[in-house]
């Protein structure tokens, strides 16, 4: 079956960067794009890019734009988010998300990323 | 950016209630490109509704999903008690992706 499933929780200090990684089994990741929505604790869903595997395009938000970073390694179906320049602010669960017309959109579990000094 | 516009932002309800949430989106697109998701404290969204009405694979027939226009309802047609969480919709139409600010149903 189809399964997104993402690395730990981290901890980070204001200024340092992140790396999520989203192993993927169950489907050919190179045919779906992959995309990362965060939430903070008890606000809602913010989308922050997608990328196509495929191709490696990939395309932000603009308020990620110059942050983040989305890649993947298709030979080990895995996909990443690495956002760097890190504030409090971006303390939140970090999802990747496959989309599919067909059958909806497919999430992993979530990694929590707390930014902290 | 297509807004979602959800209501209730909040509700009480009994176990048995019938109840609807609804996402108005700032611009008509095709019912096949909104879901719907149940969200319950410290888990990833459960995703409920595809493609406007769907159901997914393993949620009960007691929810359903509902299009007209820019208007998509979410339905319990009979609350249960594991059904108290928060639901929010989900637009996949156009980037950026957006999403209703989330319908918390408690236990009245």
């Known amino acids: 079956q189809v399964q997104l499933v993402q690395s730990g929780p981290e901890v980070k200090r204001p200024g340092a960067s992140v790396k999520v990684s989203c192993k993927t089994s169950?489907?050919?990741?190179?045919?779906?794009?992959i995309n990362w929505v965060r939430q903070a604790s008890g606000q809602g869903l913010e989308w922050m890019g997608w990328?196509?595997?495929?191709?490696?395009?990939?395309q932000h938000a603009q308020k990620f734009q110059d942050r983040v970073t989305l890649t993947a390694a298709t030979s080990i179906a895995t996909a990443y988010m690495e956002l760097k320049r890190l504030t409090p602010d971006d303390t939140a669960v970090y999802y990747c998300?496959?989309?599919?017309?067909?059958?909806?959109?497919?999430w992993g579990q979530g990694t929590l990323v707390s930014v902290s000094s | 950016d297509i807004q979602m516009t959800q209501s209730p932002l909040s509700l009480s309800a009994s176990i048995g209630d019938r109840v609807t949430i609804t996402c108005r989106a700032s611009q008509t697109f095709v019912s096949n490109y909104l879901s719907w998701y149940q969200q319950k404290p410290g888990k990833a969204p459960r995703i409920l509704i595809y493609?406007?009405?769907r159901l997914q694979s393993g949620v009960p027939s007691r929810f359903s999903g509902s299009a007209s226009g820019p208007d998509f309802s979410l339905t319990i047609s009979s609350l249960q008690s594991e059904d108290f969480a928060t639901y929010f919709c989900h637009q996949t139409f156009l980037y950026p992706w957006t999403f209703g600010h989330g319908t918390r149903v408690e236990i009245k």
């Open positions: 493609s406007g009405s």
């Open positions: 998300v496959r989309d599919d017309f067909y059958s909806g959109p497919a």
């Open positions: 169950g489907f050919n990741l190179t045919s779906y794009d």
């Open positions: 990328m196509s595997p495929e191709t490696g395009y990939a």
